[in-house]
């Protein structure tokens, strides 16, 4: 990690951030006045904001974690800063984000902060997937104490990104077609990709 990275990643930036029930008040507000995360308040980012909030909804009131990856939460001895980078419009963070707030929920050993991209971009443009893209959700993984970057995840599990990537150069597909196609991976796969990523990661972070 650089010494930009440190002085990016300060107390400064973390204040800044939401807890996930900030996050959802805040997401939730902003939708009853027509609006959304970002500037962006079309109809289209609109009509894709109001979907992820039915499907946070559903996530935060059906997902459950698998006993093992609670186990292996419940035994985490390394006290963690799960800071996500995130807005209300993305269908990905809809997906993801109501997840990784259950496993942060399992153990008093990760707290959970939550920043919006567009008004963070410094700290984005250190996290770029394939040192070229502002995807998101992004999770930057931290010691509670010294702020080191343990790791990262995001912006999607490894099956989805792959369909992503595939679809971004397939010319017969169009957007609509190709964000219907991942909405309907993840109603498939039932969270369980991304549970089975972060059983690993989390022993890597916690070296």
Known sequence: MTSTDTKLLNLETLEKSYSYEEYRDLFGRLLEN????????????????????????????????????KQKLNDLDRSMIWLVISEGWCGDAAQNLPIIN?????????ELKIILRDEHLDVMDQFLTDGRSRSIPKLICMDANSHE??????????TAQEMAND??????????????????????DKNTEIQQEFFYLIDDWER
Do not use: F, Q
């Open 167 to 188: 679809l971004k150069y397939t010319n017969d597909v169009s957007r609509k077609e190709g964000a219907e196609r991942l909405h309907k991976w993840y109603a498939d």
């Open 34 to 69: 027509d609006k959304t995360t970002g500037e962006n308040h079309s109809e289209e980012m609109l009509h894709y904001s109001k979907m992820n909030l039915y499907r946070m909804d559903r996530l935060d009131k059906y997902a459950e974690l698998t006993p093992e990856l």
């Open 102 to 110: 259950k496993m942060a929920e399992a153990t008093p050993k990760i």
């Open 149 to 158: 970057v343990l790791g990262t995840w995001g912006p999607r599990p490894e």
